[in-house]
């Protein structure tokens, strides 16, 4: 990597209004080492709904963790936020009764 566009390529694969604008953008000059962003689905695959899940999982493990906590805070802004979140409402009923410590398990019936 030389820290430089390889305008040749660029040239060869855009037009010229395109090549002036990518060739504007800076380079991060080496400050992070590549990585996988991208969380894969149970089978190694990449998916929107793989996406989604890691999403709607760090959105509200913080939340989870804090009211897991005897005398955690349930700030209203944590309800606020799941109740905004567009996914069906079965899914937000689900993680309530989840923050609440109070879903159906079989271990305690």
């Given at each position: 990597m030389t820290?430089?566009?390889d305008e040749d390529l660029i040239r060869s694969i855009f037009i010229s209004v395109d090549v002036d604008r990518i060739l504007q953008i800076p380079f991060n000059y080496g400050a992070?080492?590549?990585f996988i962003a991208w969380h894969p689905d149970h089978k190694?695959?990449?998916s929107v709904k793989s996406a989604y899940k890691v999403?709607?999982?760090?959105?509200?493990h913080v939340h989870a963790m804090v009211m897991a906590r005897p005398g955690g805070s349930r700030t209203p802004a944590v309800w606020s936020t799941l109740w905004k979140q567009k996914v069906p409402r079965k899914i937000q009923i689900f993680c309530w009764r989840a923050l609440h410590g109070i879903i159906p398990l079989k271990s305690i019936l």
């Open positions: 820290g430089f566009w992070f080492e590549d190694g695959f990449f999403q709607w999982i760090r959105s509200f």
